[in-house]
């Protein structure tokens, strides 16, 4: 199995590059599906396959410029994104990025890195597996209350709802952000863009993992507009972290383009996916990908800490499984609407055919 394996020219580690295009297959179809990098699956997965930690967080940053490229174009052409919304949330994601990219030198240089980004991994990815399980079952208690009254509740309304609150921070210049129809104060996109760099630059992600649902839940974006305007935001701010990551000698570029080469179809078909699912489907799925992220990082930490090399296999198994049976999930749905809407194209042309004989 030599021909398998890799030498990683910058960081000098032996990579098995299969598992990179594997990687970046099954990050472009979830990662393009629920609207982020996908690198809270990325950073780990590259650190399991191999890499330094932060030679997994400098390379995952330039991988999420390229692939969140294709994503949004492809969003964009759904209507799906809010550019200004974007632009704004950028502002403060640099300044966090920075932040956050100084730290994880600081925790380099004291030898923690690798231990105090897993655990910061782990604790982020359960309070966002959690996140989304208050969110369903908050639904479920509004769908109840309302078929009690007799009534049928939205399909777009939400279980959390705490953008609600937000919004009553009245702090000029106000900002109106049309594609997502809302009016906000402009700390609240700033704000949010700066929490967001901060993570994205200690975690080695675009912001995603977070901003996502924090436009869901704290902007009161529509959940299919979170998802675009998301991929723009991390498009922008993978590039910066990139840079940033590169100049400091810890991005592998070899290891870039090999799972480029995956994402850039896996993106495609992630994006188009949404079409296919209602907003809670996606915001399910998203749960089911970080708690799969956060059980893996879990695995891999007691294998270091109590030696154990046993589950340094499984987490690799874990994650690497995990990301196939989600893209499996979203393959299918696609496959099944891609041809519902073919069937019907064609009933429609047999129905104009019949309509001029």
Known sequence: MEWAYMIMPISGVDVFWPGLVIM??????????IGMGAAWVVTPGLNILGFPMAFAIGTDMAHIAGKSLISTMRHGKF???DYPLGIAMLLGTIAGIECGAQVIMWFEQIGKVDLYVRILYMGFLFMMAWWIYLDRKKRKEKEVAAEEKGEKLDKLAGGIEWYKTVHR??????MHFKVANIHVSWLVP??????TGVIAGILGIGGGLVRMPALIYFVGCPTHIAVGT??????????????????????ELIAVIIML???????????????YYAGMGIRFIYGCCVFVAATSIAQKLIARIYDIPLLDFTSMVWILGGIGFMMLIIMRRFCQGAYKEIQLHREAKAAKRAAKK
Do not use: H, W
């Open 261 to 275: 080469c995956g994402a850039a179809v896996g993106a495609q078909i992630g994006a188009v996916a949404t079409k």
């Open 230 to 251: 998301d991929l723009f935001e991390v498009m922008l701010s993978g590039l910066y972290g990139a840079v940033s990551f590169t100049l400091k000698g810890r991005t």
């Open 190 to 195: 700033i704000g949010i863009g700066y929490v």
């Open 79 to 81: 209507g799906n994104v």
């Open 169 to 174: 921070l009245k702090i000029p210049p106000m």
């Open 24 to 33: 970046g297959l099954g990050v472009g179809i979830v990662g393009g599906f």
